[in-house]
């Protein structure tokens, strides 16, 4: 009587994510304490001492002219000399201080903005495109210079130069500075994953791309606008401190 041995199963092998084979991202979120945006948000807090820029935060605006009223009455005191200015002295440092603080909170929000806007523009600034001409010529232009219809022709590592429609060839795209969506996607001739947008990156392999917006009117632009001329929100942060300066 003879008896089979079963051998025992395999081990499940583990599953490999296509995408970890891929270049990683290039765009970096800037840190929080950048030099630059720090650099313009200390500037802006000064600025926004005036207080026609202030009467559109009315508690800002009380605070500042308390500090001011404040200040005075300290400068008063010390030319005549009196002797307990020690506590004006800190009251004032305080209220002038709280404003600050207020004005640096929303500068720095609003730095923050302006250097977004500043890497979206120098993105497609310097985006150069290969225009493919008459006969399969390709001829390196500023991307600026591409209008609708034109074929532009991008491969591994390129930036694309404008909003289009993929007209051949296959590729994977790195859309994270357009969506913040760390993972790649595919964009291939027909169907709907043909549209590609300007200032994204082909990760892979190479496609042909014609252009169906002029200079202006591209993706990129309409976010720069959005950015720019929008108003901004206040922050959890920022709402609070109003609460308690005004609770104070």
Same mark, same amino acid.
């Given at each position: ?26 765009? $970096?979120?800037?840190? %929080? ?5 720090? &650099? ?8 926004? %001492?005036?207080?026609?820029? /202030? ?13 001011? /009223? ?15 200015? =020690?506590?004006?002295? &800190? ?8 404003? /600050? ?11 923050? =903005?302006?250097? &977004? ?22 001829? @390196?232009?500023?991307?600026?210079? %591409? ?20 007209? @051949? ?18 964009? @291939?001739?027909?169907?709907? $994953? ?8 082909? %990760?892979?392999?190479?496609? &042909? ?6 200079? =202006? ?13 929008? @108003? ?15 609770? /104070?």
């Amino acid at each position: 009587m003879s008896t089979t041995t079963t051998p025992p199963p395999a081990p499940p092998r583990e599953a490999v994510d296509p995408t970890s084979m891929l270049p990683q991202r290039g765009v $970096r979120t800037r840190p %929080l304490f950048d030099p630059e945006i720090l &650099q313009r948000a200390i500037k802006d807090c000064f600025t926004k %001492l005036n207080p026609a820029h /202030l009467l559109r935060n009315p508690v800002i605006f009380v605070v500042e002219m308390g500090a001011i /009223l404040v200040t005075i009455f300290v400068i008063r005191d010390i030319v005549q000399g009196a002797a307990n200015i =020690g506590f004006g002295i &800190q009251i004032s440092l305080w209220l002038w201080f709280t404003v /600050l603080f207020a004005n640096f909170a929303e500068a720095m929000a609003e730095a923050r =903005g302006k250097a &977004q806007a500043d890497a979206l523009r120098k993105t497609k600034t310097d985006t150069v495109a290969r225009k493919l001409g008459p006969g399969g010529r390709i001829e @390196e232009v500023a991307a600026s210079k %591409l209008r609708s219809g034109d074929v532009v022709v991008c491969e591994t590592g390129d930036l694309i130069p404008g909003d289009g429609e993929v007209i @051949e060839g296959i590729a994977t795209v790195d859309e994270s500075v357009i969506t913040g969506e760390s993972a790649p996607v595919i964009r @291939e001739s027909g169907g709907d $994953r043909s549209a590609v947008t300007g200032g994204t990156k082909v %990760l892979s392999d190479r496609v &042909q791309i014609r252009i169906t917006s002029n200079p =202006g009117e591209t993706f990129l632009d309409r976010m720069i606008a959005l950015v720019e001329g929008a @108003e901004r929100q206040k922050t959890p942060n920022e709402i609070a401190l109003n609460i308690l300066i005004a609770g /104070l």
